[in-house]
């Protein structure tokens, strides 16, 4: 049998509906599945904890009746290791937390389990899903960073390893690790999904994020998520969109200022209305805002963890001194200016649909020391606002360009419905 | 040795002040915190799990140059059988928990232990920090209620048997304990404080919550979880209060409305503004909005629980029903009338210090099926605030009656200022 590539396994929709249809059954796209971990993960090391094949096929089998009449089938979800589960350790890719075993599932994993979803594994996180890298390698090309935190759920999504996957974002988390790896990646807004059982980083900006290959993949989970119906989900053509091009917010490479070109052109061909956002600087300086907000409450978050000083990386010691002698006026100001901005950010694009940015600076930087630059998410992860990476734009060696369309906060169904009107497009 | 009463124990910036001077001796308070106990257990219930005395002074021998080189000297400190302990169960008020053993403390129970104070043991929660009661009966007339969720922290420390607690409120689980039991409860802003290992019951409305005799005890409590200096910790004389009658919220007691008075008099006497909020009902529907931000977001951090419907009391499982089919639209309306609100009420009370309001509609209710109306807390939890419970007023029958003072979001150092300044006038 020959070894399935990424693009031959199907994405979460297509499988789901091919199962349904007879066309196929769960058991053996979850083979598919372990075939492709088995060709691959020696080379891209997206999982941290994983069940084996015999494993798998063992709980579906103990619970087939309940699995056959799921919605989500049986198929396998991969969870970030910062995503508290009872069955695997949660270690959140620090040595600290060497074998912790969590007293049960975090929310969001038990709600996919109770959608039929099995939990194949637990995938590599950056160090507490900060900087510091796992051992994950960019499927797309191995010798370049596969972005982080959530480096392994994005990798094995991309790589065709599992249909789906949860992550977090703090600061470019899901984002960038979804354009790096060519695939997509939704932070959902601040508030918007339970994160008990999902570690803490910083109050104010963490968010729940989702990997998967279509966008109706992305709504299907958001309804298992929210407990909601999942007979709602749409598309929407937009009217009009609000570019920010990275220059606004920091370096910006020429590949990825050619490839938001090319996608301004695309929605302008579909009479959909381009205008470019006249931010003030205010979207520049939400990216030391973020950094102010992020460094305050990490260092108070990992108050415990910040006691073993060398198991810490020398990035995330920094991070947390800088919380530490922060005056709180400053963190107080950055808070209000996330605020502000926010208020300020919908009033100027009062008739756009989202705004489209570049989700990161460039293609994935080579090697394995960083995660690459997250200056192009501080702006949206400051105001908690939902955002989406849509993948399809390359550059000329063909290695993965993600764009962002952003939301408003809240807004969540209005922006995926958005973004799946345009990935066919992209 | 006599028994000491709860008036002859010290709050702990006095007991950290006869430390320090030499007056008195760590090992002396403990015991006669103990001493406490033991008399008074049985008849109050304040407590799910505590150390014995001998297992206390064990953990104090052995680690005793730490506990008098630190700031809070090893005395005790109550946690809220809500907020994870690794060296003790975690059972939330609930069978379904029974035994649950978290796998490390939560953040502020990490920070207070490190600061010196020792875990003593956890306190009686209602089921999930909900509506159903515990065990704990009212320290000032065992025949009533103590409120709840935070019943056993309010009550350990309302009865001497510790200088200092941690609750939590998402309704008026701090405010209201504290008010019918004649202590100080304080609840930060929200996203004050880190809630990491503390379990979410609403994201949107959770709050830290703390309990101690005096104001400076509180604030010296803050001054640990933010990791912050304690050398500038105020007082400061408000020049003007605006006022928020019972009336404007829901139901109040004759009695409740003869406090709120006595207090708006003493604060004149001090040549201090007394103006009454002109809320325009806004103040009354925050308790609707309040209430249904809490259904929907319940139901979804409880959803693995929601499983148990035979372990589940009515009130809990009507909640979460509620939740699963309000309209999301209804949800989206309440959030966002909660941070209109928020600002409308700052722009009224531009030149207040702060809001003083019942902070229940009287005394605490006989018996002990119920913890008695949270809708005096729901409009400030809705929007976030900081509010603190201030004891001092009685009814005819001396039982307790508590204020509350309401600050700006995230002003909470001003707040407990103001209530420092206040406290020794009422």
């Not at 989500?72 to 074998?99: Q, R």
């Not at 007293?103 to 996919?112: M, Q, R, S, W, Y």
């Not at 702006?379 to 060696?397: F, N």
């Amino acid at each position: 049998m020959s070894t399935p590539t990424a693009s031959s396994l199907p994405d979460l929709t297509s499988a789901l509906a091919a199962i349904n249809n007879g066309e196929t059954t769960a058991l053996a796209l979850i083979n598919q599945y372990f075939d492709r971990i088995d060709a691959r993960e020696a080379d891209v090391g997206a999982w941290q904890f994983r069940l084996s094949r015999e494993e798998y096929l063992a709980q579906y089998q103990q619970q087939r009746g309940f699995y056959e009449a799921s919605l989500l089938k049986g198929l396998p979800v991969a969870i970030k290791d910062i995503i508290d589960t009872a069955s695997m350790p949660t270690e959140m890719g620090s040595p600290i937390h060497k074998g912790r075993m969590p007293a049960e599932d975090a929310t969001c994993v038990e709600l996919l389990k109770r959608a039929g979803a099995i939990v194949l594994g637990k995938t590599v996180t950056t160090e507490f899903a900060y900087f510091k890298p796992g051992k994950t390698r960019n499927p797309a090309d191995l010798n370049r960073t596969p972005g982080g935190s959530s480096s392994g759920s994005a990798a094995a999504v991309a790589d065709g390893m599992v249909p789906m996957a949860l992550g977090s974002q703090t600061a470019a988390s899901v984002i960038r690790p979804a354009a790096y790896c060519g695939t997509l990646g939704y932070v959902g807004s601040r508030g918007e999904y339970s994160l008990r059982g999902g570690q803490p980083l910083a109050q104010s900006l963490d968010s729940l994020g989702l990997f998967a290959r279509q966008v109706s993949d992305l709504q299907l989970m958001r309804a298992v998520l929210l407990r909601s119906p999942v007979s709602e989900l749409t598309s929407i053509k937009p009217r009009r969109i609000v570019v920010c091009r990275g220059d606004q917010v920091g370096e910006t490479d020429p590949a990825m200022a050619a490839a938001i070109e090319r996608v301004c052109e695309i929605l302008r061909q579909q009479d959909i209305e381009v205008v470019t956002l006249d931010d003030q600087h205010r979207i520049q300086q939400l990216v030391t805002h973020h950094s102010q907000i992020m460094a305050w409450e990490v260092c108070r978050n990992l108050a415990r963890e910040s006691r073993y000083t060398d198991l810490l990386s020398a990035p995330l010691q920094a991070l947390m001194e800088t919380g530490l002698t922060m005056p709180r006026e400053e963190y107080l100001q950055s808070l209000e200016a996330a605020d502000a901005n926010r208020d300020w950010l919908w009033q100027t694009c009062a008739e756009a649909d989202a705004i489209l940015a570049p989700a990161a600076p460039g293609v994935a930087p080579l090697g394995h020391d960083k995660t690459g630059a997250p200056h192009m998410s501080r702006p949206w992860q400051a105001m908690g606002l939902p955002v989406i990476t849509l993948p399809g734009q390359t550059d000329e060696a063909g290695l993965p360009l993600g764009i962002q369309l952003i939301g408003r906060a809240r807004a969540d169904d209005r922006l995926l419905a958005v973004a799946r009107w345009l990935q066919p497009l992209l």
